[in-house]
């Protein structure tokens, strides 16, 4: 190695901020909320030849750990095909096929070469979360489409910036085809803007250090942070260590579908077999490679958060055993799941995997679901339409560390939760409870969190109500004897007091509400970490004397707690 | 301001005095320890070791971590929330987060506990309109549960009061009537903006705080008063400003990050008599470093500041940015032989191994003090063979290194990080760090500030005359401030311009009320408006600053279309713009003081070479003699070029080769830091 190991940290950090800024600028800049206040998009920097990860920001959407890496390499290889045109600086390209290293069509990426002496030094992409392409449902989130065409309009990579300037045809071509058009070019021109930002960035630094030294440092990183992963892998014990986390249904077919884990060391890889999963499933909770392997690495990613984001770090994780699943999904399948739910179950089969190897660094599992309640209808006394969304949190796992967070984001994602008061600003909805879902910490030694408990009444016109939620059959699985959280459950409460559950439980689309309709949602608690009846006493009193279990539960969930006040 | 002004800052380790007698010309320090809990105890003790005569002070001014602490150790009052049916978990529930992006563990705990949080009937839709009344004998009876159950303090806190506040003032006329004391905080009374946990948490650590602000404040008043300070007591709020003793409790939360906000107060006028209005300022301390950006002379105030994590506090606080890594962060090489620093640290107890209180990871400072950077006197004998040991066998060995090349990276490294952190600061704040100096402060700030300067093209540094008491110079020259912002969030162009220009001058009007009440003298008051705006659609808000009260939509619209094409390189023409807030500060201008006065002008020698005080090796990148100097001795008007070591009581400042420092009237030294 001669590159001195203080120049290389610095390059490191200094890359590391080229995509931080990248994605401060994106957001900021945006226009739609899921962007702007969610932070549902990425920033990075791959490889020139292969599209390899050499950084990405840190506050960037964790379920896109993965997924540009393959698409850039998609990208590169289409163009070596003259499939897709050869770039030119000032080039943008734009693709958003779940098949091309994707996720689902939302999740538009944008990606350019950045060039020095004429040559491409490496690319830069991102991918940001637009709220709508088209398809059968507004935003995309069909819980029952049965093929990609229904899900909204599917890009190849085309060029949408040509030398630097929006090309105004193609742009026509996608404005037709999405819902709310007339905004998306605040969004485009933000999501254009970062990439710039970061290719100044990125300038300055090469400038700096030179080109050869900052090439240099990005393969020394990229071998490091394999050996970093391989020195994780190494504290886990050969196995194999197995788990099972179930999906709800696929929204079409009332069954569940099973993702099946062997985890198993093999020399210094760690090799994660899916062997036996369930096949593809007609509904849109079919995963696609990249959001399979993109899950996995999330997961390993919320286990060793110093392992530095970089394609070196996946290098000892091997994938197998996802071919002919629905972890593998090939176009037509309709994956508008992948990304919020299935990435979701993933993460919770290694997590179970992996709690049993390292039972100090590993929670129970956590809720796990993005918990989408969409709500579309017409306001009659502002005479528009609207699309509402209402995302929301779930009980984290207990741990070695501690009982689960309460109300915690979603796995994959790291974006707040709307305020009532603001949804109630501008929708005409009415919110009769935002509590605690009571009881619903999975019991252990360390409990789980709790879930959110939330009612929502119809005020006005009418609408009709979708869910694409997950947890509904069984809880979050506890680990170490712990007990699994409480399931996730929804219920749409007539104006004359008649409830119904969907039959998908966690999934329905298009249930017509009417004024004074009710929706309430009890999302999923966490799983609970050790035996029950090892737990705290007290502490047992305390979660009782606040309310957050019955006694009558309490003495249920923690055997051999008395109630007594000693 | 005439007379003797005492600025007296509480910090987590010491407790600062100033006192500047502007007539007399004279300058007193003092720096003894903070007490704990009861803080009063250093101030007092700082007086005396002063030998300041409390009754010959026309002013004091204070800087307190009650609050703060408080609150970020949950040492707080007993405190109950009454709240709109069905929402009484929103203080608990939060806007589902977690602590990091990776990494599902953490824990959270409310402000107010569980069985303390109390709902009664009554409901109000987003337009304020009443959909369920108040039910008076429900909040009766909860009123006297949450008595019951010993609450000191109790918040009253309803689902869109901002809209229409009636049924929380309702409920405040019941409750008041009930409650034995005045700590009772309405929600919409702070806080009149829509987003329920915000407002809430800002209501409930409002109501937390204010007995324990009320009865410190109350104490140490009193205490001055017994020892002859016949004078007002005032105390300074986050926001930069300061108010009386005996009103700053009403609105305790206000007072919650006063401290790092004295710091950059002071920078500001600093900077300002020393002709840079574009400042970034560096607090560097042991655990962690303070970063904020001052633009054209004005402390950035923000209404959205979160201080923990889902901690938000949305009143006007100066927007100071904490980093964490600081003298103490530890070095180490990781699993893949990785240098890395930070982010954990040794903090002050262990602390760096150089303090000899049983440290034994190498740190920031232990890599300081192996490089000649710190003076070894003043650390016990043997440490430095101590520190080069533990540096040699954790860093040097794994990398390949000798001990000064592996604490060289460790420094590198560190000011990597924290450049870094300077740098996505001032970027989120849309300037470019090279447009700025950097005022650095604090004790390990000097020791640092050329080489971050270097590393973030930042062409020069600004060293005030006394960087260990910064805050309780901003104590001392600390202006009356009132902040106000009002909501309107409409698209720009069907905005009521009469009701705009209504609502600044109740803004102004209701400042200078405030102003006019305090015994204080103000030779100037000024005036500042902004706006907050955003594109239609937008969630995120850019503020841009207005003219006056006379400024028409024209204007509005341009400004903003200019600050956002600065900030993105974006034009979007077909889109409008909204107007989300106006805001507005009154701010009662104290009379200037002689900064001059810090260093005293009769301990400074003639010549550069009396004021040098030794001469060591210093590592820069390679060991260089260098000299060393008493910065209480340097001639007036002094130049000099680097290498050079500047030391003073409580702090050590390095120049490198090549930088070319001089010292202004004030006692500041300016660095041109070399390229």
């Not at chain 2, 004091?60 to 949950?74: D, F, Y």
């Not at chain 2, 937008?538 to 956002?564: C, I, K, N, S, W």
């Not at chain 2, 008493?630 to 702090?651: F, S, Y």
């Amino acid at each position: 190695m001669s590159l001195d190991p203080v120049t290389l940290a610095v390059i490191q950090a200094g890359l590391q901020q080229v995509c931080d800024e990248m994605d401060l600028t994106f957001s900021r800049a945006a226009f739609s909320p899921v962007i702007a206040e969610a932070d549902d998009r990425s920033d990075g920097i791959y490889g020139a030849e292969d599209g390899a990860l050499i950084a990405q920001g840190a506050r960037g959407l964790p379920v896109f750990v993965g997924t540009m890496q393959f698409s850039t390499r998609h990208i590169i290889e289409r163009i070596a095909r003259g499939e897709t045109g050869a770039p030119e600086p000032g080039d943008i390209y734009i693709v958003n096929d779940p098949y091309l290293g994707g996720t689902h069509l939302m999740d538009v990426r944008f990606a350019t070469p950045f060039w020095r002496d004429g040559k491409i030094f490496c690319w830069l992409s991102n991918t940001g979360h637009w709220p709508d392409t088209g398809g059968a449902v507004p935003g995309g989130f069909s819980a029952s489409a049965i093929s990609a065409e229904q899900e909204g309009l599917r890009l190849p990579p085309v060029k949408l910036f040509k030398k630097g300037v929006l090309d105004p045809e193609i742009y026509q071509i996608i404005a037709s085809n999405i819902r709310v058009a007339e905004q998306r070019i605040g969004d485009v021109q933000a999501q254009a803007s970062a990439l710039l930002v970061g290719a100044e960035r990125l300038r300055v630094l090469l400038d700096r250090y030179g080109d050869a030294t900052v090439a240099e440092a990005i393969a020394e990183m990229r071998a490091l942070a394999a050996r970093q992963m391989r020195a994780a892998v190494a504290l886990i014990g050969p196995g194999p260590w197995v788990s099972e986390a179930v999906v709800d249904s696929d929204g079409v077919v009332d069954a569940p579908l099973v993702i099946r884990l062997q985890l198993r060391r093999e020399g210094e890889a760690l090799v994660f077999d899916f062997a036996g999963s369930s096949a593809p499933c007609a509904g849109p909770m079919n995963s696609v490679r990249a959001t399979t392997l993109s899950s996995v690495y999330l997961a390993m990613r919320h286990v060793f958060p110093d392992v530095p984001l970089s394609a070196g770090a996946f290098e000892p994780l091997r994938v197998v055993g996802i071919e002919g699943t629905f972890l593998d999904a090939q176009y037509p399948r309709p994956v508008s799941g992948c990304a919020a739910e299935v990435s979701q179950r993933i993460a919770e089969a290694v997590f179970a995997a992996l709690v049993q190897a390292l039972p100090d660094r590993v929670t129970a599992a956590p809720a796990g679901t993005s918990g989408n309640f969409g709500l579309g209808g017409h306001d009659p006394e502002r005479g528009r339409d609207y699309v509402m969304y209402q995302i929301s949190g779930g009980g984290y796992g207990g741990s070695a560390q501690g009982d689960g967070l309460s109300n915690g984001c979603s796995t994959i994602g790291i974006s707040k939760a709307p305020p009532v008061e603001i949804m109630e600003q501008n929708f005409p909805v009415l919110y009769r409870r935002y509590a605690l879902h009571e009881g619903s910490g999975g019991a252990g030694a360390q409990r789980g969190g709790f879930g959110l408990d939330y009612e929502v009444e119809l005020l006005r016109g009418t609408a009709r109500a979708s869910f694409v939620m997950d947890h509904g059959r069984v809880g979050p699985q506890g680990a170490l004897g712990g007990a699994a959280g409480g399931v996730n459950r929804v219920e749409v409460i007539r104006a004359d007091g008649s409830v119904t559950v969907p039959e998908h439980l966690s999934k329905a689309q298009d249930i017509p509400m009417a004024p004074g309709d009710r929706v309430r949602v009890r999302t999923p608690g966490g799983g609970g970490y050790g035996d029950p009846a090892q737990r705290d006493p007290a502490a047992v009193a305390e979660d009782v004397r606040l309310g957050r279990y019955s006694e009558a539960r309490a003495r249920a969930l923690f055997p051999g707690w008395t109630g007594d006040p000693d | 301001m005439t007379g003797r002004v005492a600025g007296v800052d509480v910090g987590g380790t010491f407790t600062d005095l100033l006192v500047v007698d502007s007539a007399g010309g004279a300058v007193r320090l003092a720096k003894v320890p903070t007490t704990l809990p009861n803080q009063a105890g250093g101030v007092l003790a700082a007086f005396e070791a002063a030998g300041e005569d409390l009754a010959g002070i026309d002013l004091i001014v204070h800087g307190t971590t009650t609050t703060t602490n408080a609150v970020l150790e949950r040492k707080l009052a007993r405190c109950g929330l009454i709240t709109t049916e069905g929402f009484r978990d929103v203080l608990e529930l939060g806007r589902r987060t977690r602590p990091q992006p990776y990494g599902m563990t953490g824990s959270f705990t409310p402000v107010i506990p569980r069985d303390l949080r109390l709902e009664v009937p009554e409901r109000m839709d987003a337009g304020g309109r009443v959909l369920t009344p108040l039910d008076e004998g429900a909040v009766r009876a909860a009123v006297a549960r949450l008595l019951e159950a010993g609450c000191e303090a109790l918040v009253i806190h309803f689902l869109h009061a901002y809209a229409n506040p009636a049924h929380e003032l309702a409920a405040l006329e019941i409750a008041r009537e009930l409650w034995p004391n005045g700590h009772i905080t309405a929600g919409h009374q702070l806080l009149s903006e829509s987003r329920e946990f915000e407002r809430g948490v800002t209501a409930a650590v409002n109501a937390s705080v204010q007995p324990l602000l009320e009865r410190y404040v109350a104490r140490l008043a009193g205490q001055l008063a017994e020892r002859g300070y016949a004078q007002d007591l005032l105390v300074m709020n986050g926001n930069g400003g300061m108010v009386s003793a005996d009103r700053v409790a009403r609105e305790a939360v206000k007072s919650v990050m006063s401290g790092p906000a004295s710091g950059v107060m002071a920078a500001v006028e600093t900077g300002r008599r020393a002709g840079l209005g574009n400042l970034i300022t560096y607090d560097m301390g042991g655990t962690s470093t303070d970063v904020a950006l001052i633009r054209e002379g004005r402390a950035p105030v923000s209404n959205e500041i979160e201080v923990e994590y889902a901690m938000p506090i949305h009143v006007p606080m100066v927007d100071v940015r904490t980093v964490g890594a600081g003298g103490g962060s530890i070095a180490w090489v990781d699993a893949g032989g990785m240098l890395r620093v930070g982010p954990e640290s040794a903090g002050s107890d262990p602390g760096p191994i150089c303090y000899g209180r049983g440290g034994t990871r190498v740190t920031i400072s232990d890599a300081n003090l192996l490089l000649g950077r710190l003076p070894p006197e003043r650390f016990g004998g043997g440490m430095l063979e101590q520190v080069r040991q533990a540096m040699a066998e954790q860093i040097g060995g794994p990398l390949g290194l000798a001990p000064e090349a592996a604490a060289e990276a460790v420094l590198r490294l560190g000011n990597t990080h924290m450049a870094g952190a300077i740098r996505m600061v001032s970027i989120s704040m849309g300037a470019d760090p090279r447009d700025y100096a950097l005022f650095a402060f604090g004790g390990a700030g000097p020791l640092h500030a050329r080489d971050l300067a270097a590393e973030l093209a930042i062409p020069r540094v600004l060293l005030p005359a006394r960087p260990g008491i910064t805050n309780a110079l901003g104590c001392v020259v600390a202006d009356l401030r009132h902040d106000f912002v009002r909501t309107l969030n409409r698209p720009l162009d069907s905005v009521d311009m009469a009701l705009v220009a209504g609502v600044m001058a109740e803004q102004e009007a209701e400042g200078r009320r405030l102003i006019g009440r305090e015994k204080v003298a103000v030779p100037e008051v000024t005036v500042e408006f902004s706006a907050d705006m955003q594109f239609v659609g937008q969630t995120h808000l850019l503020r841009v600053a207005l003219p006056g009260r006379g400024v028409t939509r024209d204007e509005m619209q341009a400004l903003f279309e200019a600050a956002y094409h600065a900030r993105f390189h974006v034009s979007l023409p077909t889109i409008r713009a909204n107007l989300v807030n106006l805001n507005c500060s009154v701010i009662g201008r104290r009379a200037p003081l002689d900064l001059g006065l810090l260093i005293e002008a009769a301990g400074r020698r003639d010549s550069l070479e009396a004021a040098r005080s030794g001469r060591r090796r210093v590592w820069f990148g390679g060991w260089v003699e260098t000299p060393v100097y008493w910065r209480d001795h340097l001639p007036a008007g002094a130049g000099l070029t680097g290498p050079a070591v500047i030391e003073q009581m409580d702090c050590t400042t390095v120049i490198a080769p090549g930088d070319r420092v001089a010292q202004d009237p004030d006692g500041n030294l300016i660095v041109e830091v070399a390229r």
